[in-house]
């Protein structure tokens, strides 16, 4: 496995086929990942290790939060909101009123909770999420991608150019113009004085200050996060082809006064070969001033982490999660697979996409050979069973 990574540790999260859309950090070890095809995941350890909770839906989720250590809400396409109040170990569906895919859900205080959406879709909660109603802000229909508040402040923010913004916790909401017109918002981040937002198109996303101050990025897929007034990040993903594949490169910039300046902190990250570019799934979020995480789609970074940053930890989420390790050893034409405790069943490929590529038996072995010849080169997903009923996935790259 070819892992750089420095000053952020490298952990890539396998869920198999499904992509990561949302995520948030509950506590200094507890942080929540959620995606497609119903996926929620939670870590116990700082993002070391993850664990599948149960999930009463199988449509996209979007976006997670939490108000208390008990009490978080999920949402989703086809208007699924979830609400739990034992810290994800039951997820019970409310009714939004709404079938429209839900993409952000942020919170003045433990009762007044906010969704923004599809087809202008923007929804309230003043009983705690209990019950939602459909407010009509919007005029038009557009694609409302992301809501903040900080304070009594917020802003939601979507396609065309659109931008609201309320000084009284969303009694009343206004219409912010945007200078230069771009089509493309979202990913917010509020300071005390300025508010932060990704803007831009499909493959051009220049950050934005206060809707007006270009800073001249020029990003295909990004995110910002600011950690008080002054200090902030900014995380870019671009792609380079690479023998029909997309080798994925992470940059991660930093500003220490309000995003009057921005520096590169690191030299970028390659976080390995895909078969399409990043989409505009890219989150960066800290808890604190040491910890924090970047996700696009199917790769998810953690930063630094208590090992040595040459020698990242491997995380995966599984439906029963494997309490041991395996090995991947990388041949001409083939590669092979050392279990250190249980005996092997079955091994399945998927492409990054999803697809199974391969699937084979085997008789209670602790060490297979597979014949990969007929592969393309890039990344897979290798999913392993074994005889105690787990099963484990591992990212392995074909040169």
Request: overall charge negative; proline content about 3%; aromatic content about 12%.
């Amino acid at each position: 496995m070819n892992v750089q990574a420095q000053d952020w540790n490298w952990g890539l999260v396998q869920m198999g086929p499904d992509i990561m859309y949302g995520i948030f950090p509950q506590s200094i070890d507890t942080v929540y990942v959620v995606g497609a095809n119903g996926m929620i995941a939670q870590s116990v350890d700082m993002g070391n290790t993850w664990s599948r909770m149960t999930s009463p839906v199988s449509t996209d989720l979007e976006d997670v939060l939490f108000l208390t250590h008990e009490t978080g809400f999920i949402v989703g396409a086809n208007g699924v909101i979830l609400k739990t109040v034992n810290a994800g170990v039951n997820w019970n569906i409310i009714d939004s009123g709404t079938s429209s895919r839900l993409k952000a859900i942020a919170a003045t205080n433990l009762n007044n909770i906010w969704i923004v959406g599809e087809n202008s879709t923007v929804l309230q909660s003043v009983d705690g999420g209990n019950s939602w109603q459909v407010k009509n802000i919007v005029s038009g229909i557009v694609t409302l991608n992301d809501i903040a508040f900080r304070g009594n402040v917020g802003y939601f923010v979507g396609i065309a150019g659109t931008a609201y913004k309320t000084e009284d916790s969303g009694i009343s909401w206004v219409v912010q113009p945007v200078t230069p017109t771009v089509y493309y918002l979202h990913n917010l981040s509020i300071t005390e004085n300025n508010v932060f937002v990704v803007a831009g198109y499909v493959h051009d996303s220049p950050i934005y200050v206060n809707f007006a101050y270009n800073s001249n990025f020029d990003l295909q897929s990004s995110g910002v996060f600011f950690l008080n007034n002054n200090t902030g990040y900014v995380v870019r993903f671009a792609g380079l082809t690479c023998w029909g594949c997309y080798d994925i490169m992470c940059f991660l910039f930093k500003t220490t006064d309000c995003g009057s300046s921005w520096k590169q902190v690191r030299d970028e990250i390659n976080v390995g070969s895909y078969t399409t570019l990043p989409g505009n799934y890219t989150k960066i979020t800290f808890f604190n001033d040491t910890i924090g995480y970047i996700m696009n789609g199917l790769v998810l970074l953690k930063v630094p982490y208590p090992k040595n940053p040459w020698d990242p930890p491997h995380t995966k989420i599984n439906e029963n999660e494997a309490k041991h390790s395996v090995k991947i050893i990388d041949l001409k034409n083939s590669f092979e697979i050392e279990s250190s405790q249980y005996s092997i069943l079955w091994v399945d490929i998927f492409t990054v996409s999803g697809e199974k590529v391969l699937s084979k038996n085997f008789n209670n072995a602790m060490h297979v050979k597979i014949n990969s010849d007929f592969l393309n080169s890039g990344m897979y997903l290798v999913k392993i069973g074994f005889t105690n009923n787990e099963t484990t996935t591992v990212k392995w790259i074909k040169k």
